[in-house]
């Protein structure tokens, strides 16, 4: 009978619409659904956000990755200042200007060794200043999630404790189910928040996750071709050293005067020895 009963009033409740169950609750339940609607209204716009501003980065970077691959030195790119930089080309503007800062100064490998862990350290700095900002939002989405259903069992609990104190011994299940009624509002509020957050926050952190890999990949092989330019830029630098050094050397010696012709034999014979046995000439004959 009491069951009958039950079903007649959730019957009747179900005729007189959504605006009859709010009309059950306290102040406090009220103020409760109130700051469920709200978070209601700024999950759907994280969410909407977000998922705008991830296919926006990926654009760029996939934009940027295939530019990338046309141009003849990643170290000869320029990005000027106050520019909005997509993820991609900001690892590239940490890692021109940290070559920047060795220019002119590498001949020889230990140079490039040095040069290379200044670029790395300022590629993996880009990467944890992105992927922070790929994580924006995240926060706050998973706080709907988490926090949703809590919110709104907390208003259902009181709502009920309220119900429950205001009855008297001769109270019947029609004066305790509007207050029921009522006090689970807030219940039903708290899982409208935290479903649909959950699903887009599932969503998303799978794009962060993605994003995130691609990003440390696209910064190991950006260090690679950095570190093989910077291997070509040293060869040359010290091959046109050693020109210099040659043509320095060259002109620091100085000019040599010719050498002295010898002068021809002459055809007159040296006279022989006065040892006792010159003869004048003839002196043979005469014998």
């Known amino acids: 009978m009491s069951a009958l009963f039950t079903l007649s009033v959730l019957a009747e409740a179900e005729t ?44 760029r970077n996939l934009a940027f990755e295939r530019r990338l691959r046309d141009e003849p030195a990643v170290v000869a790119l320029n990005f000027p200042r106050g520019t909005s930089l997509g993820p991609y080309e900001y690892l590239v503007a940490e890692a021109v200007s940290a070559v ?22 300022a590629v993996q700095r880009g990467v944890s200043r992105t992927m922070v900002k790929y994580e924006d939002k995240m926060v ?6 988490s926090g949703g259903p809590f919110l709104g069992l907390l208003g259902t609990v009181w709502g009920v404790m309220l119900t429950f104190g205001a009855l008297t011994e001769k109270a019947s299940i029609s004066q305790l189910a509007p ?23 599932n969503y998303l952190l799978t794009r962060v996750k993605l994003m995130t890999t691609e990003l440390e990949n696209f910064a190991s092989a950006l260090a690679d071709r950095v570190e093989l330019e910077l291997e070509g830029e040293a060869r040359r630098n010290f091959a046109q050293h050693q020109e210099r050094e040659a043509l320095r050397r060259a002109a620091a ?35």
């Open 179 to 201: 207050g029921v009624s009522g006090a689970l509002v807030t219940t039903t509020l708290g899982l409208l928040v935290a479903i649909p957050a959950t699903f887009g926050y």
């Open 140 to 145: 706050l989405l998973s706080s709907l999630v």
């Open 253 to 287: 010696q100085p000019a040599q005067a010719p050498a002295a012709a010898p002068l021809p034999a002459s055809p007159v014979e040296a006279p022989a020895p006065d040892d006792g046995s010159f003869s004048p000439p003839g002196w043979e004959d005469a014998q």
């Open 16 to 59: 007189k619409g959504v605006l009859w169950y709010f009309q059950q609750m306290d102040s406090a339940g009220l103020a409760v659904a109130g700051v469920l609607l709200v978070c209601s209204f700024i999950g759907w716009g994280a969410m909407i956000q977000k998922w705008g501003d991830v296919q926006e980065l990926r654009r």
């Open 100 to 121: 920047q800062r060795h220019k002119g100064r590498l001949l020889r490998q230990s140079d490039v060794t040095l040069c290379m862990g200044h670029v790395e350290n």
